[in-house]
């Protein structure tokens, strides 16, 4: 009579087998197994295992080119799929959150992939920049470095597929995708319901630079002008102080690091303007003239 193996027992063979591996020679048929495995486990709340181990693995095995393109579309395949991307998708405060959150840091490795050697139809990368987004708007759980777990970080990992699908020849040539790029981080730079604590809003910044690239600056200036309305509107309505802060929090950060990174880059002066005539705003509602 067979035993099933318990979870525990399959992730120490797992770090067992992925500590070795640099020394081991797979056959495409061992790689696929191994993907499958490390993807059983991507949301393991053992930092080791999971950051360590399992993504530094899929990045290293990804860049050396050791899976073949075909292995690589059903990886992507499964990253988002329901257990992996979508896997409790709004659930707050549990790990599920690291499975979505590496999930989205194994797609990025593939997109980037496929931007050099074109191996994935535009269906897939289109379908797959569609479920990012979806993703991107749904996600609840912002937190960044859990302790003894290690980090969740689901919406800076989200930037970075982000950034890789907005720099990816199928989306970077289309300004309305980019501009639906666009709209979801400013969706996401304009959260109410926690306060971004770990550089979020610095790597939102990486998608949203290389969308700039595209639209017109009027476009930027009227996204910028309806962020700062959004935000008045909700200053006024009084219905949630803690919502407002929030969200006040948000944009001051999202703000700042937008203006610094347009000034070292040197573009869009209009732009760094009026973001900095929003910080100034900002600061006086709260501090008044004292500067």
Request: glycine residues 4%; hydrophobic residues 40%.
């Amino acid at each position: 009579m067979a035993f099933k193996e318990s979870a525990p027992e399959k992730s120490y063979k797992l770090k067992e087998r992925l500590e070795e591996l640099y020394d081991a020679a797979l056959t495409e048929s061992e790689l696929m197994n191994l993907a499958k495995a490390m993807l059983e486990e991507i949301g393991s709340a053992d930092p080791y295992l999971r950051d360590h181990l399992i993504y530094s693995s899929f990045a290293r095995l990804i860049g050396e080119g050791s899976f073949s393109h075909i292995m690589l579309e059903k990886i992507l395949a499964v990253c988002q799929d329901d257990s992996h991307l979508f896997y409790h998708l709004g659930a707050e405060g549990d790990d599920s959150v690291f499975t979505r959150s590496f999930s989205s840091l194994v797609l990025a490795l593939v997109i980037q992939k496929d931007a050099a050697e074109r191996f994935l139809s535009d269906q897939t990368v289109q379908y797959t920049y569609g479920k990012t987004l979806e993703y991107m708007k749904k996600e609840k759980d912002l937190r960044g470095y859990v302790q003894e777990k290690g980090w969740a970080h689901s919406m800076a990992h989200a930037a970075d597929l982000l950034n890789e699908l907005v720099r990816h020849p199928v989306i970077s040539c289309s300004e309305q995708l980019l501009l639906q790029g666009m709209d979801v981080i400013f969706h996401c730079v304009s959260r109410n319901d926690g306060v971004y604590t770990d550089d979020e809003p610095e790597r939102l910044i990486f998608p949203l630079t290389a969308i700039f690239e595209k639209p017109n600056e009027n476009t930027l200036a009227n996204k910028l002008n309806e962020l700062s309305l959004y935000e008045e509107d909700t200053r006024k309505s009084k219905s949630d102080g803690n919502a407002y802060y929030h969200l006040r929090t948000n944009l001051m950060m999202f703000y700042k690091s937008l203006y610094f990174r347009l000034k070292w880059i040197d573009i869009f002066p209009a732009g760094r303007d009026l973001l900095e005539a929003h910080i100034r705003r900002l600061h006086i509602e709260v501090y008044g003239e004292k500067f």
